[in-house]
Protein backbone atom coordinates (compact mmCIF):
# COMPACT_ATOMS: atom_id res chain seq x y z
CA UNK A 1 0.00 0.00 0.00
CA UNK A 2 1.48 3.22 -0.85
CA UNK A 3 2.02 5.88 1.96
CA UNK A 4 -0.54 9.03 2.17
CA UNK A 5 0.57 12.52 1.54
CA UNK A 6 -0.61 14.96 4.03
CA UNK A 7 0.22 17.76 5.89
CA UNK A 8 -0.33 16.55 9.23
CA UNK A 9 1.40 15.78 12.41
CA UNK A 10 0.02 12.00 13.17
CA UNK A 11 -0.07 10.00 16.66
CA UNK A 12 -1.95 6.80 17.19
CA UNK A 13 -3.47 5.99 20.76
CA UNK A 14 -4.69 2.42 19.59
CA UNK A 15 -1.59 -0.21 18.35
CA UNK A 16 -1.02 -3.83 19.64
CA UNK A 17 2.89 -4.98 19.79
CA UNK A 18 3.35 -8.66 20.22
CA UNK A 19 6.50 -10.04 20.21
CA UNK A 20 5.79 -13.65 21.28
CA UNK A 21 6.10 -15.72 18.62
CA UNK A 22 3.14 -18.24 18.90
CA UNK A 23 0.66 -14.89 19.43
CA UNK A 24 2.14 -14.07 15.55
CA UNK A 25 1.51 -17.45 14.30
CA UNK A 26 -2.13 -17.74 15.73
CA UNK A 27 -2.74 -14.58 14.27
CA UNK A 28 -1.62 -16.10 11.07
CA UNK A 29 0.29 -12.49 9.84
CA UNK A 30 3.27 -10.90 10.63
CA UNK A 31 2.97 -8.50 13.82
CA UNK A 32 6.64 -8.06 14.17
CA UNK A 33 7.55 -4.80 15.86
CA UNK A 34 9.44 -3.84 12.52
CA UNK A 35 6.49 -4.52 10.48
CA UNK A 36 4.42 -1.98 12.69
CA UNK A 37 6.64 0.46 12.63
CA UNK A 38 6.76 0.50 8.68
CA UNK A 39 3.31 0.98 8.41
CA UNK A 40 2.79 3.81 10.63
CA UNK A 41 5.88 4.88 8.32
CA UNK A 42 3.35 4.32 5.21
CA UNK A 43 0.66 6.32 7.08
CA UNK A 44 2.38 9.23 8.20
CA UNK A 45 2.20 8.14 12.20
CA UNK A 46 4.86 9.52 14.02
CA UNK A 47 4.78 7.90 17.58
CA UNK A 48 1.96 5.37 18.49
CA UNK A 49 0.85 3.70 22.03
CA UNK A 50 1.46 0.22 22.14
CA UNK A 51 0.13 -2.44 24.10
CA UNK A 52 0.36 -6.67 24.25
CA UNK A 53 -1.77 -8.80 22.46
CA UNK A 54 -4.36 -10.85 24.00
CA UNK A 55 -2.72 -13.53 26.60
CA UNK A 56 -3.72 -16.73 27.09
CA UNK A 57 -5.98 -17.80 30.12
CA UNK A 58 -4.23 -17.54 33.26
CA UNK A 59 -0.96 -15.92 32.01
CA UNK A 60 0.11 -13.06 33.69
CA UNK A 61 1.24 -9.81 31.54
CA UNK A 62 3.98 -9.17 33.38
CA UNK A 63 6.10 -10.39 30.64
CA UNK A 64 4.27 -8.96 27.90
CA UNK A 65 4.41 -5.36 29.22
CA UNK A 66 8.15 -5.40 29.83
CA UNK A 67 8.81 -7.25 26.45
CA UNK A 68 5.93 -4.18 24.92
CA UNK A 69 8.37 -1.88 26.92
CA UNK A 70 11.66 -3.22 25.89
CA UNK A 71 10.98 -3.36 21.92
CA UNK A 72 9.42 0.29 22.30
CA UNK A 73 13.24 1.66 22.83
CA UNK A 74 14.43 3.77 19.94
CA UNK A 75 11.47 3.10 17.87
CA UNK A 76 8.21 5.52 17.90
CA UNK A 77 6.27 3.46 20.46
CA UNK A 78 4.72 4.69 23.88
CA UNK A 79 4.13 1.93 26.32
CA UNK A 80 1.06 1.04 27.67
CA UNK A 81 0.66 -1.80 30.55
CA UNK A 82 -2.20 -4.39 29.92
CA UNK A 83 -3.73 -5.57 33.06
CA UNK A 84 -5.91 -8.40 33.77
CA UNK A 85 -8.65 -8.94 36.86
CA UNK A 86 -10.82 -11.56 38.50
CA UNK A 87 -14.35 -9.70 38.54
CA UNK A 88 -16.63 -10.67 35.37
CA UNK A 89 -17.61 -7.46 33.61
CA UNK A 90 -21.22 -8.16 32.73
CA UNK A 91 -24.29 -6.84 33.36
CA UNK A 92 -25.83 -10.13 34.74
CA UNK A 93 -27.31 -11.62 38.31
CA UNK A 94 -24.60 -14.81 37.89
CA UNK A 95 -21.75 -12.48 37.27
CA UNK A 96 -22.94 -10.30 40.20
CA UNK A 97 -22.76 -13.34 42.30
CA UNK A 98 -19.04 -14.63 41.18
CA UNK A 99 -17.96 -11.37 41.46
CA UNK A 100 -18.87 -11.41 45.51
CA UNK A 101 -16.57 -13.81 45.43
CA UNK A 102 -13.86 -13.27 43.22
CA UNK A 103 -10.47 -14.14 44.07
CA UNK A 104 -7.50 -12.48 42.64
CA UNK A 105 -5.00 -15.38 41.71
CA UNK A 106 -1.42 -15.19 40.77
CA UNK A 107 -1.66 -13.87 37.13
CA UNK A 108 -4.04 -11.26 38.31
CA UNK A 109 -2.94 -7.66 38.41
CA UNK A 110 -2.24 -6.11 41.46
CA UNK A 111 -1.87 -3.14 43.35
CA UNK A 112 2.30 -2.83 43.30
CA UNK A 113 2.16 -3.91 39.85
CA UNK A 114 0.54 -0.67 39.32
CA UNK A 115 2.89 1.27 41.55
CA UNK A 116 5.60 -0.21 39.99
CA UNK A 117 4.55 0.38 36.24
CA UNK A 118 3.34 4.08 37.31
CA UNK A 119 7.05 4.50 38.32
CA UNK A 120 8.59 2.68 35.73
CA UNK A 121 9.04 5.56 33.29
CA UNK A 122 8.92 3.26 30.12
CA UNK A 123 5.25 3.21 30.59
CA UNK A 124 2.94 6.33 29.72
CA UNK A 125 -0.52 4.44 30.51
CA UNK A 126 -2.93 1.01 31.12
CA UNK A 127 -4.19 -1.06 29.18
CA UNK A 128 -8.06 -2.60 30.21
CA UNK A 129 -9.75 -5.23 28.01
CA UNK A 130 -12.10 -6.71 30.28
CA UNK A 131 -14.47 -9.05 28.06
CA UNK A 132 -11.46 -10.93 27.69
CA UNK A 133 -9.10 -10.09 30.62
CA UNK A 134 -11.97 -9.40 33.14
CA UNK A 135 -11.86 -6.24 35.26
CA UNK A 136 -9.38 -5.63 38.32
CA UNK A 137 -10.16 -5.84 41.72
CA UNK A 138 -11.11 -2.34 43.48
CA UNK A 139 -7.96 -1.79 45.24
CA UNK A 140 -6.05 -2.04 41.82
CA UNK A 141 -8.78 0.63 40.58
CA UNK A 142 -7.79 2.56 43.27
CA UNK A 143 -4.37 2.43 42.72
CA UNK A 144 -4.82 3.37 38.90
CA UNK A 145 -6.45 6.38 40.25
CA UNK A 146 -3.55 7.43 42.88
CA UNK A 147 -1.08 7.09 39.48
CA UNK A 148 -3.57 9.35 37.46
CA UNK A 149 -2.34 7.84 34.01
CA UNK A 150 -4.43 7.41 30.50
CA UNK A 151 -6.27 4.16 30.85
CA UNK A 152 -7.75 3.32 27.54
CA UNK A 153 -10.56 0.47 27.45
CA UNK A 154 -11.84 -1.71 25.07
CA UNK A 155 -15.56 -1.39 25.24
CA UNK A 156 -18.52 -2.39 23.05
CA UNK A 157 -20.98 -5.12 23.17
CA UNK A 158 -19.29 -7.01 26.07
CA UNK A 159 -18.94 -4.51 27.91
CA UNK A 160 -21.38 -1.44 26.76
CA UNK A 161 -21.03 2.35 27.99
CA UNK A 162 -23.26 1.56 30.73
CA UNK A 163 -20.94 -0.85 32.38
CA UNK A 164 -18.18 1.07 31.70
CA UNK A 165 -19.95 4.28 33.47
CA UNK A 166 -20.57 1.64 36.73
CA UNK A 167 -16.95 0.25 36.85
CA UNK A 168 -14.81 2.51 35.70
CA UNK A 169 -15.76 6.60 35.85
CA UNK A 170 -16.22 6.87 39.40
CA UNK A 171 -12.71 7.14 39.24
CA UNK A 172 -10.31 9.95 38.95
CA UNK A 173 -8.10 8.81 36.38
CA UNK A 174 -8.39 9.85 32.30
CA UNK A 175 -10.21 6.84 30.59
CA UNK A 176 -10.10 6.58 26.69
CA UNK A 177 -12.60 3.99 25.00
CA UNK A 178 -11.44 2.96 22.41
CA UNK A 179 -13.50 2.52 19.06
CA UNK A 180 -16.03 5.62 20.80
CA UNK A 181 -17.43 2.11 22.91
CA UNK A 182 -19.00 0.29 20.30
CA UNK A 183 -17.04 -2.42 18.91
CA UNK A 184 -17.80 -4.18 16.72
CA UNK A 185 -19.31 -1.78 14.52
CA UNK A 186 -22.56 -0.72 16.50
CA UNK A 187 -23.05 2.76 16.47
CA UNK A 188 -26.07 2.55 19.02
CA UNK A 189 -23.47 1.90 21.47
CA UNK A 190 -21.34 4.52 20.22
CA UNK A 191 -23.31 7.37 20.39
CA UNK A 192 -24.36 6.06 23.96
CA UNK A 193 -20.74 6.92 24.82
CA UNK A 194 -21.33 10.23 22.48
CA UNK A 195 -23.73 11.27 25.07
CA UNK A 196 -21.47 9.98 27.98
CA UNK A 197 -18.76 12.66 27.39
CA UNK A 198 -20.95 15.24 28.06
CA UNK A 199 -21.25 13.91 31.89
CA UNK A 200 -17.56 12.92 32.32
CA UNK A 201 -14.91 15.62 32.09
CA UNK A 202 -11.90 12.88 31.73
CA UNK A 203 -13.78 10.40 29.34
CA UNK A 204 -12.18 10.53 25.59
CA UNK A 205 -12.68 8.31 22.94
CA UNK A 206 -10.51 6.62 19.98
CA UNK A 207 -11.45 6.41 16.33
CA UNK A 208 -10.37 2.35 16.02
CA UNK A 209 -13.01 0.74 13.86
CA UNK A 210 -15.33 3.12 13.71
CA UNK A 211 -16.40 3.15 10.25
CA UNK A 212 -19.16 5.60 10.35
CA UNK A 213 -18.50 8.93 8.99
CA UNK A 214 -21.72 10.70 10.81
CA UNK A 215 -20.72 9.19 14.28
CA UNK A 216 -17.01 10.38 13.66
CA UNK A 217 -18.30 13.31 12.81
CA UNK A 218 -20.91 14.06 15.59
CA UNK A 219 -18.09 13.14 17.95
CA UNK A 220 -15.19 15.76 16.70
CA UNK A 221 -18.08 18.32 16.00
CA UNK A 222 -19.74 17.74 19.30
CA UNK A 223 -16.46 17.37 21.40
CA UNK A 224 -13.37 18.60 19.47
CA UNK A 225 -11.15 17.88 22.33
CA UNK A 226 -12.09 14.08 23.23
CA UNK A 227 -11.46 12.37 20.11
CA UNK A 228 -8.30 10.36 19.72
CA UNK A 229 -6.67 9.32 16.37
CA UNK A 230 -6.43 5.84 17.29
CA UNK A 231 -5.85 2.85 14.04
CA UNK A 232 -6.11 -0.32 15.85
CA UNK A 233 -3.15 -1.59 13.95
CA UNK A 234 -2.20 -4.40 12.97
CA UNK A 235 -5.80 -5.44 13.08
CA UNK A 236 -6.28 -2.25 10.55
CA UNK A 237 -3.72 -0.70 8.41
CA UNK A 238 -2.83 2.90 10.17
CA UNK A 239 -3.76 4.36 6.83
CA UNK A 240 -7.29 3.22 7.07
CA UNK A 241 -7.64 4.83 9.79
CA UNK A 242 -5.88 8.05 9.07
CA UNK A 243 -8.28 7.90 5.69
CA UNK A 244 -11.27 8.03 7.48
CA UNK A 245 -10.40 11.15 9.58
CA UNK A 246 -8.64 12.78 6.56
CA UNK A 247 -12.20 12.76 4.49
CA UNK A 248 -14.41 13.74 7.10
CA UNK A 249 -16.13 17.12 6.69
CA UNK A 250 -14.69 18.60 9.17
CA UNK A 251 -12.29 21.79 9.23
CA UNK A 252 -7.98 21.14 9.22
CA UNK A 253 -8.46 22.33 12.76
CA UNK A 254 -10.53 19.75 13.90
CA UNK A 255 -8.62 17.51 12.10
CA UNK A 256 -5.40 18.46 13.78
CA UNK A 257 -6.44 18.42 17.06
CA UNK A 258 -8.07 14.58 16.15
CA UNK A 259 -4.85 13.26 14.76
CA UNK A 260 -2.00 15.15 17.06
CA UNK A 261 -3.31 17.69 19.80
CA UNK A 262 -5.22 15.57 21.63
CA UNK A 263 -3.76 12.52 21.85
CA UNK A 264 -0.64 14.50 23.14
CA UNK A 265 -2.46 16.02 25.39
CA UNK A 266 -3.07 12.64 27.28
CA UNK A 267 -0.29 11.01 27.00
CA UNK A 268 2.78 13.43 27.07
CA UNK A 269 5.18 10.46 25.30
CA UNK A 270 3.09 11.53 22.09
CA UNK A 271 4.02 15.02 22.23
CA UNK A 272 6.40 16.39 19.76
CA UNK A 273 8.93 16.94 21.49
CA UNK A 274 9.50 13.08 21.92
CA UNK A 275 9.13 12.28 18.59
CA UNK A 276 12.00 10.27 17.32
Known sequence: MLGLEHGFRIVDIHTT???????????????TPERLEREMHQAGVVRAVASPGRRASGRSYLRANNAVARLSVDRPFVAFA?????????DHPIATLRNLRAER??????PDDVEQYSYDDRFHGFTLVPPYDGLPNEDVLEQLELADLPVLVHAGERFPPEAVERELLSYDFPVVLASFGGYPLNADLMNRTLDLLGEYDRLYVD???????EVLERGVLEHPDRVLFGSGAPDVHPNVGVMEV??????ED????????NPSRIVTGLAEGADA
Open 254 to 261: LMRRVLAK
Open 82 to 90: RLNGPRDPR
Open 17 to 31: LDPDEQSVAAHGRDI
Open 207 to 213: TSAVRYR
Open 105 to 110: EDHHAR
Open 246 to 251: LTLDVS
